[in-house]
Structures are given as structure tokens and as C-alpha cells.
């Protein structure tokens, strides 16, 4: 690396005597240059400040898909192990890391709704052996009520309300 150039100025002292020459030390910014990189170092932090909305964003609906994940296999478990399968569960009540509550009472986050279609539907007909189940998971923030659809049994969503829908297919039990 090599040393800049110095540059000499020319002083003159306040008696009116001859004048000296002095060393000019360029070894600092000078004040452009500082303002210059603070714009820039600015700009930089602002749009990356602009970022944060949108990951928490991000981090949110992953922590959603994580949760509901997590209850639709519990749900699934629950229905496999039971003997039947009524074509109408009671509410199922999730806390926010996807546990199970045994009931409302403790304002949990997730409602859970089930819905069992005794026979699906596939490409070759009417399976009767086979179950579709409708996994319905209410986010509920506010624990405001729900309301089903008299006609399908299924939730009404509401603007406060997300819900997110799984449909599984399960062994129909009830069949021989």
C-alpha cells in the first residue's frame, strides 16, 4: 500500500512576517464524504426495516401451517383409533402451540370442527370402505362463537375468524 502524497499549505502568520509552509495531514473524511455514507448506511437500514412487516408475516403463516399440522394428525389419530365414526364430532379446543384442551374454558386459540362423509367418491365409483373427513381448524383470537352451517355441518367463516380446511380420507369402520 502506498502513502498519499502530502499536501503543503501555505500559512501566513498573524504579525504580517514571512510566510511558513505547513504539512496538511489527509488522514481524515472530510464532511461530504460522512454525509455521503450516512445517506447510504440510511437508505440501507430503512429498506431493511421496510423487510420486517413482511417476515413476521411469513414467520406467522408458518407458525400456523406448523400448528395446524400438528392438530390435524392428532384429529386423524383420534377418528383412527375410535371405533365409529358419527358423521358429527363435538368441537375439539387447540392452545397456540396445537395441545389439546379438554375444554373451552381456557380460551384456547384453535376450534377444531370435524366432518365425516361416510362415503367418497373416487374416480371407479362410490367407495363405501372409505371416509372423507373434513378437518376444519377456526383460528380464534377473540373466542367469539362459531356458527355451523345447518346444511353441511361445516363453519361459517367470519372476518374475525380464519379457517383453514383438511379433508383426509380414513378407513370407514362402519362398513364390512
Not at 408458518?62 to 358423521?87: E, H, M
Amino acid at each position: 500500500m502506498t502513502a498519499s502524497p502530502r499536501r503543503e499549505e501555505t500559512v501566513f502568520s498573524p504579525s504580517g512576517s514571512s510566510p511558513r509552509r505547513m504539512a496538511a495531514s489527509s488522514h481524515g473524511f472530510s464532511l461530504v464524504e460522512c454525509v455521503i455514507a450516512i445517506g447510504i448506511v440510511a437508505f440501507a437500514l430503512v429498506s431493511m426495516m421496510g423487510l420486517i412487516p413482511l417476515g413476521l408475516t411469513a414467520f406467522s403463516q408458518a407458525l400456523d401451517t406448523s400448528t395446524s399440522s400438528r392438530i390435524v394428525q392428532q384429529v386423524v389419530t383420534d377418528l383412527q383409533q375410535s371405533a365409529t365414526l358419527p358423521a358429527q364430532q363435538p368441537f375439539r379446543y387447540f392452545d397456540d402451540e396445537g395441545f389439546r384442551q379438554e375444554t373451552s374454558g381456557g380460551q384456547p386459540l384453535y376450534h377444531v370442527n370435524t366432518v365425516v362423509i361416510p362415503s367418497t367418491r373416487l374416480p371407479g365409483g362410490e367407495s363405501s370402505n372409505l371416509a372423507t373427513v373434513l378437518i376444519e381448524i377456526a383460528k380464534n383470537p377473540k373466542g367469539g362463537a362459531l356458527d355451523r352451517s345447518p346444511a353441511t355441518l361445516k363453519l361459517v367463516e367470519t372476518p374475525e375468524i380464519s379457517i383453514a380446511r383438511f379433508a383426509v380420507l380414513i378407513a370407514n369402520k362402519d362398513q364390512p
